[in-house]
């Protein structure tokens, strides 16, 4: 058995060795771990610059460290602790440390052991050995054999780590604390120097409109020069970096920093960052579209005095386009529309004030100064708008503006004048005078007569017609005998009645009158008492008798006319008054001779007009109505050989075949093309529409107002078609001129002639179009789209030098005869609908290198850019032929750069060979992505490239940019299939982003 000082030493020994490695262990693994805890901290701190560290990763991070703290327990605490220390690995390693052992140590361990192999060996021996060594055993002390090394090791592995979390606790103790906290999954922003905060978390901003986003931003040293970013994220883009710029700075710790987003076209999210600092949570923006009035009314509600309908309500009178001209003291009523729900409407009265400038709100331009502002009442709908102001001479305009629940005002707000004018006097007209003995030999006016005289003590048969605005209040006649005093004579009214008949203000008798009913005053009443007044034309017939003036003798004259007054309540208003007509009075015998004598001379007249009638027959009829005789099983009477259309001297089409609606999905109608486009109008054909089956309808109109809302009764969305036949004599070249509710285009002999997307109110001449008529029947056909409410159209042609209806143009709304409906070709091998932009310089001729706007910003077509000497946008171009000549389009042959762009459709991925001709140098991009470059001086030719490319399903856009060195300037373009080298079937092209 070992002696118990050798075990005692030993085990003294081995504890002091397990607690160095303990240690040891200990230092390791606080190194791994810190190391560990550091890059997780520092990998949340980068992180957390852009954005917030995903759960994910810090749940990852932690229990990696977790798993490690595990690790490092298991190899370097747990581990030391249950390592055997045999006494003879201690007993060695003190016989190294102690020479002077001699082997005497490990000698009295080994051979005093259990089972230790002494056979052969003196007992005496080995006691005297152990003996030995236990007696220098006594003198030492084991433990501080042990390896102190490690001591110094831990110190200086430890050290290191504990210095610099101690350097980097003392300078960043909130941030250490943080990063720290986070590690465990609590929920704590990291401090940085910068703080920004969103002004708005939740942005509405107007659609089409430059975006600025504006930050609160705290910290420390803020400068003008500070530069950072702003990230903005749409669903299913990619990310958009903006310079994020001070704006205002309050000092040099507190300001407001904003970035300019040009006009995104959809809904966006978007982040900020700043030095170190960032917005903790994403806002969003979402844009909305301004409101716009669609529709907007007036009407002239009239004063009291002109009576009022039925239900009691004034008569009002609706002003054209708006534009309001009316009495004073009349009212005015408004009504607008908006293409969506507003929560405020205001309509601005304009004019000039006593002092000559008037306090106008800040939104009103200070050319025009607002004299009053008055809220509309607003339809429970919400997109419409009413109110009432009254009339007053010093106001001269009027505009209304909306408001939507956001705040955003419509733009350019519509502006109507105002005009007050005085109201007209009465008319009043003495009626031609007539031989008594007319009766029904002829018409009326063969027996009219001037200066009849009067035979003494006869009487005098007056006849008048009268009208007034206001209505017709009572009459009189003014008479006078040579130059005596005028005397007045009230005239009293009279009562139509069922068997009298209908007034005839041109006879100024009722239909069923006699010869001898006396009508003194008569005022008509209205037609239509639910919509118009009445009493505003009137008249009478009468006799005066002679007889009743005193003192009259042969050789006398007689001066009378008639004075009207209307219902006007001004009590010093003048009366409207007549020419007046005098009499001479004359015997019986006198009349007579007077009376052959006129009768005479209208024979004379009457002969000298019927011989030239003769002479001029011929012509006459060739200015009538063409016939052809009659075949023997023709109806009674002339046939007429060509329908006339349209009344004599107006230059509107009133008749056509109508076809609708058509579906218009989400305002895309204007771009749809349904059958008419593609096949002509088949009058016979049924086609699938908004709700059903329809086909062509004639429409014949009694105005030059197209009324495809009343026609269809469809006030949707929608599209409609109308086509009619022009016959010309000959080759001539007219003036096409529309006006549409909403968007319009137009095809002469499936020929696009005119294209306008619009929302707005039909209006005669809106477009004006220069178009080419062939000989014989010219095929016309019009579409028109419309989003909501009213939905009309005009169309006329005009002479180009005299604005009249052109000479010899006949219409017809069938197809004429020999004149075949086939369906045009709807397989075009070139693209000729395009955006185009440009010009653009070039005057080094880089311009095929130098990246425009184009090529590195979105396509926004209503945002201008810097063209050679004038502000540009995208215009939208149809080319009657395949070549899309910029030249021309431009008018402009110097050098320059120019860009189309377009968008086609595929069902799905399918490739594609692009055709092309160009002058000069050309690229082309699919989807953002350059497919093709060719930069080369040339003349262009239709096939001079050609490449493959791949289009994607749904919507490809294209863009082209042609660069000219001088003159000519245009391009080829051509979509073809790469099986068959035809043209490429399946597809849809648009010019409008979808």
Not at 520 to 528: G, I, L, Q
Not at 541 to 556: A, E, N, W, Y
Request: hydrophobic content about 40%; charged content about 25%; overall charge neutral.
């Amino acid at each position: 058995m070992v002696p118990r000082t050798i075990r005692r030493q030993l085990a003294r020994l081995r504890r002091r060795e397990r607690g160095l490695a303990l240690l040891w262990g200990a230092a390791r693994g606080f190194a791994i771990a810190l190391s560990a805890l550091a890059v997780a901290c520092l990998v949340d701190w980068l992180i957390d610059l852009r954005r917030d560290t995903p759960w994910s990763l810090r749940w990852t991070m932690l229990g990696v460290q977790i798993l490690l703290w595990c690790l490092v327990a298991a190899v370097f605490l747990v581990r030391p602790l249950f390592r055997r220390l045999h006494d003879s690995w201690l007993a060695l390693w003190v016989e190294e440390k102690a020479p002077s052992l001699d082997h005497r140590l490990i000698s009295a361990v080994q051979l005093n052991r259990g089972g230790a192999q002494t056979h052969g060996m003196s007992p005496e021996l080995i006691t005297a050995v152990s003996r030995e060594a236990e007696s220098q055993v006594q003198q030492m002390n084991f433990a501080r054999l042990a390896d102190h090394r490690r001591l110094r090791w831990c110190a200086v592995l430890v050290f290191p780590f504990l210095a610099a979390s101690a350097l980097l606790f003392l300078l960043c103790p909130a941030t250490v604390k943080a990063l720290l906290a986070r590690q465990f999954l609590d929920e704590r922003d990291i401090p940085r120097s910068i703080y920004l905060e969103s002004v708005h978390w939740d942005l509405v901003w107007p659609s089409g409109e430059e975006v600025v986003l504006r930050f609160h931003v705290k910290g420390e040293a803020l400068a003008d020069n500070l530069r950072g970013e702003v990230r903005l994220q749409a669903q299913g883009q990619a990310s958009e970096f903006y310079p994020l710029m001070a704006e205002t700075l309050a000092s040099e710790k507190e300001g407001l920093f904003c970035a300019r987003v040009p006009a995104p076209l959809v809904d966006f999210t978007y982040q900020a960052r700043l030095k170190d600092g960032r917005t903790r949570q994403a806002s969003s923006v979402h844009l909305e579209a301004r409101p716009i009035i669609t529709q907007q009314r007036a009407w002239l509600v009239l004063p009291s005095y002109y009576g009022s309908r039925p239900d009691g309500k004034p008569f009002e009178q609706e002003q054209p386009h708006g534009d309001v001209v009316g009495m004073p003291g009349a009212l005015v009523r408004i009504a607008v529309q908006a293409q969506k729900p507003i929560a405020e409407a205001t309509l601005d009265l304009v004019g000039q004030t006593s002092g000559g400038a008037a306090t106008a709100p800040s939104s009103a331009p200070a050319r025009e100064p607002v004299l009053r502002s008055i809220p509309l009442k607003l339809r429970p709908d919400g997109a419409r708008a009413e109110g009432v102001f009254p009339l007053e001479s010093a106001q001269t305009a009027y505009r209304i503006r909306v408001r939507d629940r956001y705040g955003f005002e419509n733009l350019d707000p519509p502006h109507r004048s105002l005009q007050v004018v005085t109201e007209p006097l009465p008319q009043v007209a003495l009626l031609p005078e007539h031989f008594a003995t007319a009766g029904d030999d002829g018409p009326a006016e063969d027996f009219e007569v001037e200066g009849v005289p009067v035979p003494m003590g006869g009487s005098i048969r007056i006849a008048y017609a009268c009208s007034a605005p206001a209505g017709l209040g009572r009459a009189q006649l003014r008479y006078r005998v040579n130059e005596g005093p005028w005397r007045p004579l009230p005239l009293a009214e009279a009562q139509g009645s069922p068997p009298a008949g209908l007034f005839d203000p041109r006879r100024g008798a009722f239909a069923k009158s006699g010869a001898a009913e006396q009508i003194e005053f008569y005022a008509v009443p209205s037609s239509e008492p639910e919509t118009l007044p009445g009493r505003v034309e009137g008249g009478g017939r009468f006799d005066f008798q002679t007889r009743r003036l005193p003192d009259l003798k042969v050789g006398d004259k007689i001066e009378f006319y008639v004075e009207a007054f209307d219902r006007h309540p001004d009590p010093d208003r003048p009366p409207g008054r007549s020419e007046a007509r005098v009499k001479a009075v004359v015997t019986p015998a006198e009349l007579e001779a007077w009376v052959r004598q006129t009768l005479q001379e209208e024979s004379r007249i009457r002969k000298l007009e019927g011989n030239q009638r003769g002479v001029f027959a011929s012509a006459a009829n060739g200015d009538t109505e063409e016939t052809v005789p009659q075949s023997p099983n023709s109806l009674d009477g002339p046939v007429p050989l060509r329908p006339r259309l349209r009344d004599a001297g107006s230059t509107f089409v009133r008749q056509w075949q109508l076809l609708g609606p058509f579906p218009s999905p989400d305002d895309r109608g204007h771009d749809i093309a349904y059958p008419p486009e593609t096949e002509g109008p088949m009058l016979a054909k049924d086609y699938e529409g908004e709700s059903g089956k329809i086909r062509w309808q004639l429409h014949a109109g009694d105005t030059d107002k197209i009324d495809l809302e009343k026609f269809f009764n469809h006030d949707e969305a929608g599209v409609a078609y109308a086509a009619c036949w022009v016959r010309c004599p000959d080759r001539r070249q007219v003036l096409l001129a529309t006006g549409s509710d909403d968007g319009i285009k137009v095809w002469i002999n499936r020929k696009l002639v005119l294209a306008k997307r619009a929302h707005r109110e039909a209006i005669t001449g809106e477009d004006q179009e220069r178009v080419d008529l062939g000989p014989g029947w010219n095929e016309l056909l019009v579409k028109i789209d419309n989003k909501f409410g009213s939905w009309a159209f005009y169309l006329e042609l005009r002479d180009l030098v005299s604005g009249k209806p052109p000479r010899g143009l006949e219409f017809q709304a069938a197809p004429p005869p020999g004149v075949e409906q086939r369906p045009a070709l709807v397989n075009s091998k070139f693209v000729r609908d395009w955006q185009l932009l440009g010009p653009f310089p070039n005057p080094d001729g880089n311009g095929h290198t130098r990246p425009f706007p184009p090529e590195t910003e979105k396509i926004a077509l209503k945002k201008y850019y810097d063209g050679v000497g004038i502000k540009i946008r995208w215009r939208l171009h149809h080319s009657d032929q395949d070549l899309i000549d910029l030249g021309k389009f431009f008018n402009f042959r110097l050098p320059c750069v120019g860009y189309g762009v377009c968008w086609v459709r595929a069902e799905r991925k399918r490739p594609v060979v692009l055709s092309i001709g160009s002058d000069d140098g050309i690229k082309i991009w699919i989807n953002k992505k350059l497919a093709f470059a060719h930069e080369i001086s040339r003349h262009p030719v239709p096939g001079q490239d050609t490449m493959r490319a791949s289009l994607s399903p749904g919507w490809n856009e294209l863009l082209v940019k042609v660069d000219n060195t001088g003159g000519e300037w245009g391009f080829y373009l051509e979509l073809r299939d790469p099986e068959t080298n035809k043209p490429l079937q399946g597809v849809e092209f648009r010019t409008t982003p979808p």
